[in-house]
């Protein structure tokens, strides 16, 4: 017989489960240009569409696979995102979170 004490004891657990569950399937889906983090940051998947006025600090030369944050290969199309909690972005792409690598 399944007691009350039993049943607490499982209802915490199937919350992290769940929760685990959902950041794991989104964790392959790429950024969208449209989602509110990357609106605030200014993500376009492509940096020569980078509303200059609005960003002054982009530059020339300022791309995804050239920031710090991104963790693929400087050559790959896309590749995590610290930034985006490690979920792919368009290498050509840009954020004003932008750091050059060093």
């Not at 489960?17 to 794991?24: I, Y």
């Not at 791309?63 to 944050?69: E, P």
Request: charged share 15%; glycine share 10%.
């Amino acid at each position: 017989m399944t007691t009350r004490r039993a049943i607490l004891h499982w209802v915490p657990a199937a919350g992290v489960a769940l929760v685990a569950g959902r950041a794991q399937a989104q964790a392959g889906k790429a950024v969208d240009e449209k989602e509110p983090q990357a609106v605030s940051l200014g993500y376009v998947t492509d940096a020569a569409r980078v509303d200059k006025t609005k960003f002054p600090k982009f530059a020339a030369g300022q791309h995804c696979a050239a920031c710090q944050f991104y963790t693929a290969a400087a050559t790959a199309a896309t590749g995590p995102c610290t930034i985006f909690g490690g979920r792919p972005v368009a290498g050509p792409g840009w954020c004003s979170a932008f750091v050059k690598k060093a």
